[in-house]
């Protein structure tokens, strides 16, 4: 099926076109300019920029493809989670297009589709899939069964999300927002062993009860205190190590739990998305983590796994072809949809 997608849960307005899991378009604009001043995504601000560039992002993406809204067979918006009234701005979008055109209009949910993606570049997930979903306010372990309808999530963070703790210690290093393309990159030229920094929920304690969750928030803490240390011992910070420490740190442990579920449940393909998906470190230790363990690893070009329309169309096309029924138009938002509800 052709399927529009849409996207306006955080601070990118997406708009892509797919046909299956073919992409034929993907136009994102980013109010991320304009949040940085604050240090990080003021909703109305967000919501603002979504209404002044939704058709405009639509257009790029008509151009692209070379067809329009009269052409698809179904829209796809994602109705949750993320900031409501940023949310509102693509679900009314999406509605208009909808009665406008006469199409039919799926919710989808944020989340499954930021799994969903890696479909437009590996292909369809041909069997049960485990994936580590790692985004600005999630950190989740899934068991992808049927991406269009069976989700089961193993684990998740207790405390901070890991792109929230990318984003927090960026701001202790003095780095801009958002912090973990920051990171990423002057970690490159630091030592990851330089410091040790704490894994959070892997002693043996928690080997059980918290066997697929993740802790940031005490990493963070510790990030905290080590460079307040090195200030009262009037000691110049070397951003790069402390940087690239905490990056291994967050990295580390989640390649370790993600591989133990994929082992646990005796699953041999793991995919990886969400915005922290583009982190290097984490692309390169989950392929050596996952290969010496027989694991076969699919993870998306970084531009596909921060927030777009692509990935709202490629979900949107898998469910249509399932012959899911459509949403209502009375399809509300969702701030906190959790990933097991697929299509609302
Ligand atoms: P969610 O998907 O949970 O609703 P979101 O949509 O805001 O949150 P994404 O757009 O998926 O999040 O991801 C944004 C997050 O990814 C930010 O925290 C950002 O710092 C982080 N991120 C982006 N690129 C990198 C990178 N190269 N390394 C580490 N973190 C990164
Ligand atoms: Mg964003
Ligand atoms: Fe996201």
């Given amino acids: 099926p052709l399927v529009l997608g849409i996207e306006s849960s955080c601070d990118e307005t997406g708009v892509g076109i797919v046909r299956g899991t073919e992409l034929l378009a993907h136009a994102v604009a980013s109010s991320v300019e304009e949040h940085v001043r604050f240090g990080g995504v003021v909703p109305e601000v967000a919501s603002r920029a979504h209404l002044e560039a939704m058709v405009p992002t639509l257009e790029q993406a008509y151009a692209q493809a070379g067809l329009d809204v009269s052409d698809v067979d179904a829209i796809a918006v994602t109705c949750g989670p993320g900031l409501s009234g940023a949310l509102l701005v693509g679900v009314a979008a999406a509605k208009a297009l909808a009665v406008a055109h006469d199409k039919p209009l799926y919710g989808l949910n944020h989340l499954a589709a930021h799994v969903a993606v890696d479909q437009l570049e590996h292909g369809r997930f041909d ?16 068991l992808v069964d049927d991406i269009a309808s069976d989700i089961t999530m193993l684990g998740t963070t207790i405390d901070d999300a890991a792109g929230e703790a990318f984003d927090k210690v960026a701001r ?75 990056q291994d ?55 596909l796994c921060t927030d ?18 459509p949403s209502s138009l009375d399809l509300p938002v969702d701030s906190s949809l959790p990933v097991t509800r697929i299509v609302a």
């Fill in 172 to 246: 202790l290093l003095g780095l801009p927002y958002p912090g973990g393309p920051h990171i990423d990159r002057v970690a490159r030229e630091g030592d990851g062993t330089a410091i040790a920094f704490p894994r959070g929920l892997t002693a043996a304690k928690d080997a059980e009860r918290y066997r697929y969750d993740f802790s940031f928030s005490g990493l963070k803490s510790a990030v905290s205190r080590h460079v307040q240390h090195e200030q009262r011992m009037g000691r110049q910070i070397d951003a790069a190590d402390v940087a690239a420490s905490f």
């Fill in 127 to 142: 069997r049960r899939v485990a994936a580590l979903l790692v985004s600005g306010g999630h950190t989740e372990i899934l």
């Fill in 249 to 303: 740190a967050v990295v580390d442990v989640l390649t370790r739990k993600t591989v133990q579920a994929c082992r646990d449940h005796d699953v041999d393909t793991l995919v990886v998305g969400g915005g922290v998906a583009a982190n290097g470190r984490l692309r390169e230790m989950v392929l050596a983590r996952a290969e010496a363990a027989g694991i076969e690893v699919r993870i998306p070009r970084p531009g």
């Fill in 308 to 325: 777009n329309g692509a990935m709202v169309a490629a979900l949107g096309a898998e469910v249509v072809a399932r012959g899911v029924a």
